[in-house]
């Protein structure tokens, strides 16, 4: 009995570069905790060589579209989803980024974003809030995303290019 809850207690406990994390959280003025980012050379060894060999499990089948997704438990598990809000994977550095470093999966509001797609408008805040960015970075990425629109494929939508 005391060597499952041992087992358990150790499941639980963050990984050792998450606990670092987490200790050096601070809040803002504004209340917000800002984001982290873990470099892939700041792994332990023993980090990296888990990172080798640790393999998706096989009894775990992750929904195949997103009809069977909405069917899922929330919040969602599948944190490598890229979908998910919690963490963000830079594809050529390999860096990890904790969205939320002082929260647990569980303790997250939303966790997908094709949630929140779903529930339609709603204000640059409660992006900000959703995905720990300010209202004024949510306005630039907004600005910068409907430019990539209008040039590459507004003429397709019948949106006149901009001068």
């Not at 994390?21 to 050379?41: H, L, M, N, Q, Y």
């Not at 792994?43 to 909405?70: A, F």
């Not at 830079?90 to 797609?117: Q, R, Y």
Request: aromatic share 4%; net charge negative.
């Amino acid at each position: 009995m005391a060597e499952d809850q041992t087992e358990t207690m150790e499941e639980d406990q963050p990984q050792p570069e998450v606990a670092k994390i987490r200790r050096k959280v601070r809040v803002s003025s504004d209340g917000r905790v800002r984001s982290k980012t873990i470099a892939p050379k700041r792994l332990t060894r023993d980090e990296r060589r888990l990172s080798e060999v640790l393999q998706y499990p096989e009894d775990v089948e992750r929904p195949p579209t997103r009809e069977e997704c909405l069917t899922m438990p929330r919040p969602c598990p599948f944190v490598s989803c890229a979908h998910h809000l919690y963490l963000d994977v830079n594809p050529e550095s390999g860096a990890i980024k904790l969205n939320f470093p002082h929260l647990e999966v569980w303790e997250m509001a939303e966790t997908c974003s094709l949630d929140v797609a779903d529930k339609g408008g709603i204000t640059l805040e409660e992006v900000g809030s959703i995905l720990n960015l300010t209202r004024e970075r949510i306005r630039q990425v907004e600005v910068r995303g409907l430019y990539k629109i209008r040039t590459t494929s507004g003429a397709d939508l019948g949106i006149p290019p901009t001068p």
